[in-house]
């Protein structure tokens, strides 16, 4: 993604003008990479914690969300589950997710899969 489509990709997909997620204003895009080949891949070197926590999300979160995106992106898979069920992270579909979480583990998850 070129630097100009990146700009654009944020703009459009991650702020509106005084827009705060999570008590956190001015979310940044995920970092810009030079190519896709040097950007890393989402489980290199993630701990067995972070790969559990992404199982989660990918379990109970919409697609593509961008808001919950960039906070993964900024606190991490782990942080954002924490805060999810523990209600100190406000994104679009927060109240939904924390519904779908109740019973889940992140380990049992994986295993399944």
């Known amino acids: 993604m070129s630097g100009a489509d990146h700009a654009r990709w944020a703009a459009e997909a991650l702020f509106d003008v005084g827009a705060t997620v999570d008590g956190l204003e001015g979310l940044a895009p995920p970092p810009s ?5 040097e950007r890393p891949t989402l489980t290199e070197g993630a701990t067995e914690e972070e790969r559990a926590a992404r199982a989660l999300l990918t379990r109970v979160a919409e697609p ?11 606190l991490g898979p782990g942080e954002v589950v924490r805060r ?3 209600d100190g992270l406000e994104v679009p579909g927060a109240g939904a997710m924390r519904v779908r979480l ?3 583990d992140g380990a049992a998850e994986l295993e399944a899969a």
Not at 33 to 37: F, K, Q, T
């Open 102 to 104: 109740v019973g889940l």
């Open 64 to 74: 593509a969300e961008p808001r919950l995106g960039a906070a993964v992106e900024r």
């Open 33 to 37: 990479w030079a190519s896709e080949r």
């Open 84 to 86: 999810l069920r523990g």
